[in-house]
């Protein structure tokens, strides 16, 4: 039962670099999630899906763009990092059809940007 | 736009004791779904109990049950007979009932330990 994959879990990168995390679910979800969580604070949404081919801003979106080319893929990108951005990042994903059904997450990944 | 308020940002309890985790709210609707999730050293996170907000019953999952105040708008979490793999960062948070995408909006959360 693999559910929610993020790849990497770690990554280092330098001010200014690019790079793509990938979240992958097999549970044939509807709605997928991206979330950034920061010391003292809760998980806060930057970016989500309803379905393949959609996506929408979150709650701290600036920095970031999504895509979801296939419904059990979505992708976060930065395109140029910042040290504002170092965070952990967690991936979500939810069956839209039943409304009472939790969100499930993936392990996190840990991005650090000097 | 909804808020969740965790003021505990840490607590304490012995192990075999009980400990509650206090979690309050603000929103406008009437229907909506409230739970806690569990986050330990390993960064998972775990869904501990969920709450509809149209059901009186408080739930309850094993060692864990909630005492869901809807008018007062709170939403604490009671730990009974806790274990020291209970040991972790908790955090409340809100789901609006219906509509697109059904985001889910965080507390800041609470540290607990369990001592022996």
């Known amino acids: 039962n693999a559910g929610v994959t993020q790849t990497p879990k770690f990554r280092v990168l330098k001010t200014g670099q690019s790079m793509t995390l990938l979240c992958a679910q097999d549970?044939?979800?509807?709605?997928m999630y991206w979330y950034r969580q920061d010391p003292g604070m809760g998980l806060r949404l930057i970016h989500y899906?309803?379905?393949?081919?959609?996506?929408a801003k979150g709650e701290v979106p600036d920095g970031y763009n999504v895509s979801r080319l296939k419904k059990q893929n979505f992708l976060l990108g930065l395109e140029s990092a910042a040290p504002s951005q170092t965070s952990v990042y967690f991936c979500?994903?939810?069956?839209?059809?039943?409304?009472?059904?939790?969100?499930?997450f993936g392990d996190g990944t840990r991005l650090s940007i000097l | 736009a909804q808020t969740v308020t965790q003021s505990q940002p840490e607590m304490s309890v012995q192990e075999a004791e009980t400990v509650t985790l206090s979690c309050t709210y603000d929103?406008?609707?009437?229907?909506?779904?409230l739970f806690w999730y569990k986050q330990p050293p390993s960064r998972q996170m775990i869904l501990v109990i969920r709450?509809?907000?149209?059901?009186?019953q408080n739930a309850t999952e094993n060692r864990f049950s909630v005492n869901f105040q809807k008018a007062a708008k709170s939403f604490s979490l009671k730990i009974s007979d806790s274990q020291l793999g209970d040991a972790a960062m908790y955090f409340c948070?809100?789901?609006?009932?219906?509509?697109?995408?059904?985001?889910?909006?965080f507390g800041t959360g609470t540290r607990l330990q369990v001592t022996l």
């Open positions: 979500a994903s939810r069956d839209g059809n039943r409304d009472y059904q939790p969100q499930h």
């Open positions: 549970m044939n979800h509807e709605y």
């Open positions: 899906s309803v379905g393949e081919g959609t996506t």
């Open positions: 929103t406008s609707e009437s229907d909506y779904y």
């Open positions: 709450q509809e907000a149209y059901k009186q």
């Open positions: 948070a809100y789901r609006t009932y219906t509509g697109t995408a059904s985001k889910l909006t």
